[in-house]
């Protein structure tokens, strides 16, 4: 740990002095070769354009290609644009048509063309065929190298394909069977091919595909993938002819994405698209300016709240004591709520149908929640400032809490039938909300209680 620490040292005052002389570069370079891929990684994600092309060029070709498929295709973006030499038409060829395009989406489009151009005309094919579908489409993250069987080859004839072709295939652990018109007729594993009696037809062995089409959300296909516990999965068109395969790898990524951007919706903010020490402060504020102001503006209904009940709480000082109390928790229950029915959503355990047997669920959660709150605001409040008081904050809280969790349960199930992201209704703003109408639940609680 500590000669890999003291390597690191190294390679950044080597990139900060910018080398000048041959020895440098090549000292750059032997140092540099030492480090484990994940710190070469880091140090390219997180250092300035010019030093991470800088330390990038002085990488071997395998080693710099495995350093380079690792990075998101923003860094790649401008990893591309910083060395502009003949090593980047190597790493471009050297992508999967998949990940290519993930790239070329990151770069000027004139940068994109001329890319292009310097594939050979199969990995052009390739590429345009997975650009052509919608960003969010599953078809976009598929490999359309996929080595495919036909259901009257033998195991025998089966198993010499997949060794001869096997080096330029996505995978060949989930092997697709298709017919002449390239239609799924099902897949059969590697494992059940290396077992079978060689002369077992392959149509005999295969079995029903879990598949997607190509036009699928990508969140959906990777949510079922893993649903099924698969290792591969076949992307299909619209008249079922196999035209690529999604792997686990591609999978994982898509969650990966996805899961960052609802963590980032649910606590206020959007998604950075690079790395936290490589973005610009200027993309930061952009990510979080634009949710302080949503919410800066919902919280002014609060504040027209507080203003309509002014004269109550002029008459009763005491109440005014009790709002962080209330607001606090009508905000959090509404939360957990909310948090609890985004992600059974994601993970394909409820669906919009089932809307009304969720607001029937979080009717009674949030009723048991507030009974147990509201019966210990009962006896705290009551012992310290009376009867009546306790009453109030006892009954607010039971009501709170059913009108939060029925409102978080509610929401994401609301965004989900429009068409929006469900973390879009991120809890900040469903806090603002229980915290407006919070409040008018505890004045109106009051003033039927304390006769104001």
Not at 283 to 310: K, N
Request: charged share 20%; hydrophobic share 50%.
């Amino acid at each position: 740990m500590t000669s890999t620490r003291t390597t690191i040292d190294t390679v950044l005052a080597l990139l900060r002095g910018t080398p000048q002389s041959e020895a440098q570069l090549e000292q750059l370079g032997l140092e540099a070769q030492t480090l484990p891929s994940g710190e070469l990684v880091y140090l390219v994600e997180t250092r300035p354009s010019t030093e991470a092309a800088m330390l990038f060029r002085v990488l071997g070709k395998e080693r710099a290609l495995a350093v380079f498929e690792a990075l998101p295709a923003s860094h790649q973006a401008d990893l591309i644009t910083a060395l502009r030499t003949p090593q980047v038409a190597d790493l471009i060829g050297d992508l999967d048509p998949d990940d290519r395009a993930s790239l070329f989406d990151e770069l000027p489009a004139a940068v994109a063309e001329r890319l292009m151009h310097g594939l050979d005309a199969d990995e052009r094919a390739m590429t345009t065929a997975v650009l052509g579908y919608p960003r969010h489409a599953i078809g976009r993250y598929m490999s359309p190298e996929v080595l495919t069987l036909g259901p009257g080859m033998s195991v025998r004839e089966a198993l010499a394909h997949v060794r001869e072709r096997a080096e330029a295939a996505e995978t060949i652990y989930l092997l697709p069977v298709v017919d002449r018109s390239r239609v799924l007729l099902g897949v059969v594993g590697l494992r059940r091919l290396l077992v079978a009696d060689g002369g077992t037809l392959v149509g005999d062995l295969a079995h029903d595909a879990v598949r997607s089409a190509a036009t699928d959300d990508r969140e959906d296909a990777a949510r079922r993938f893993f649903a099924a516990k698969l290792l591969a999965m076949p992307i299909v068109d619209g008249e079922e002819r196999l035209v690529g395969i999604l792997t686990v790898d591609d999978a994982i990524d898509i969650l990966e994405r996805e899961n960052h951007e609802d963590s980032a919706r649910t606590s206020g903010s959007e998604p950075l698209p690079r790395s936290y020490l490589s973005t610009p402060i200027l993309r930061v504020v952009r990510s979080r300016i634009v949710w302080l102001l949503v919410l800066a503006v919902s919280a002014i209904l609060t504040v027209q709240v507080l203003e309509v009940f002014e004269d109550r709480l002029d008459q009763v000082v005491i109440l005014a004591l009790f709002i962080p109390l209330l607001t606090g928790t009508g905000g959090n229950t509404g939360n957990q709520a909310a948090t609890t029915v985004t992600r059974a959503l994601a993970v394909g355990e409820v669906r919009v149908r089932d809307l009304p047997r969720v607001v029937w669920r979080e009717l009674r959660v949030g009723a048991v929640l507030g009974l147990v709150l509201g019966v210990l605001g009962l006896l705290v409040a009551g012992l310290v400032y009376g009867p009546a008081i306790g009453a109030v904050i006892g009954l607010t809280l039971l009501s709170i809490c059913m009108m939060a969790a029925i409102v978080g349960g509610l929401m994401p199930l609301v965004a989900k039938k429009v068409g929006a992201d469900p973390a879009v209704f991120s809890n900040p703003f469903i806090s603002t909300f229980c915290d407006a109408t919070g409040l008018i639940i505890y004045f109106t609680i009051a003033t039927a209680v304390l006769g104001l």
